[in-house]
């Protein structure tokens, strides 16, 4: 395997993607570089069979629990139909898996988790807290003159004055569901899907400071559905984001990467920002698969938390997700009302 330096990114090549031992090498190389790009491809369950040796899949809370009827009743069916659109093109090996695309199946459902519009800047899952997350993202067809675009946070965080990293290192982000705002193109059966992925409930909480397994120090940077950081006004709080993103928001710390299929890019959650600048239209081809799992087995005390930061509390996740349940059954029933 040899790696070249990109700047804010690897390029990995001369790697055989069915060697489990180059793969294992590849998932710790990841874990530190955080944004690795690879000139080649596999199916989509071999990218499954690489990620689950590199940990646990990964996959929302909320998700899991109504894909699992741990959530269940009616006030969930709608909700449920929707992640079986999304999952039916992985279903032999979904745990973690989905495509990311806009086609539209035969009942004129998206099998996507997104449109093909403009994406924010946003991490998977971003407002819980857990140990180190890797994307595999890949192209499959139709990606041509679309873009992904990667902001690494370490460099910058590197760079801050005292004051500054004292700040973000003792900051807690408090959480809200925005609507949306990550893209403004979402239909409403997406925009459920990644509320209940994002946001679940409102006041959850992640430190600002976060790490890799590897050490390797940085931002969860709070770039949509952001509530305040702990302890300061929405006012103070909002004020202090924007002077962080003035550090960070610039190009000596993105790469971008030009889509042709058959690539494969993979990309740390906790201290890396992903966006997608180009807009392809819904009923262009463009689809890809992206993978989702921890990096447990490839380093120690690594392995998933089993609670959520909620309001100044450690939640189990079962309590946590009655929570949730009972503030969508208000929900429905309000709204019949």
Request: charged share 30%; with cysteine.
């Amino acid at each position: 395997m040899k790696v070249r330096d990109l700047g804010n990114a690897v390029q990995v090549t001369d790697i055989d993607l069915y060697n489990d031992e180059e793969c294992q090498e590849l998932g710790r190389l990841a874990a530190h570089e955080c944004v690795v790009y690879i000139d080649d491809k596999v199916t989509e369950k071999r990218l499954h069979e690489i990620q689950t040796g590199w940990g646990d899949p990964s996959r929302a809370l909320i998700h899991k629990y109504v894909g699992e009827k741990y959530l269940n009743g009616s006030h969930w069916r709608g909700f449920l139909l929707n992640l079986g659109y999304i999952s039916k093109a992985v279903e032999d090996y979904q745990d973690g898996m989905c495509r990311v695309s806009y086609d539209l199946n035969e009942k004129g459902k998206p099998t996507g988790i997104f449109t093909n519009g403009e994406l924010d800047w946003h991490s998977d899952q971003q407002s819980h807290f857990e140990k180190q997350r890797l994307i595999g993202l890949m192209s499959l067809y139709g990606s041509e003159n679309s873009q992904t675009t990667f902001l690494r946070t370490s460099e910058m965080y590197g760079k801050l004055n005292h004051e500054d990293k004292s700040m973000v290192d003792e900051l807690i982000t408090v959480w809200a569901w925005d609507g949306g705002k990550m893209s403004e193109e979402l239909i409403e059966s997406q925009l459920e899907l990644v509320r209940y992925h994002m946001i679940p409930l409102d006041g959850m909480e992640c430190p600002l400071k976060e790490y890799t397994a590897t050490g390797r120090e940085g931002i969860k940077f709070p770039s949509h559905s952001f509530s305040h950081f702990k302890g300061m006004s929405r006012e103070e709080s909002l004020k202090y984001r924007d002077h962080l993103w003035s550090l960070l928001n610039k190009p000596e710390y993105v790469f971008t990467q030009n889509w042709k299929d058959g690539r494969l890019m993979i990309m740390d959650q906790n201290i890396t920002l992903h966006a997608r600048p180009t807009n392809v239209k819904a009923g262009d081809k463009r689809t890809m698969v992206r993978m989702v799992s921890h990096v447990n087995k490839l380093f120690k005390n690594q392995d998933p938390v089993d609670y959520i930061m909620f309001k100044g509390e450690k939640l189990p996740h079962a309590q946590f997700a009655k929570m949730v349940d009972d503030q969508r059954l208000s929900e429905t029933m309000r709204n019949a009302a």
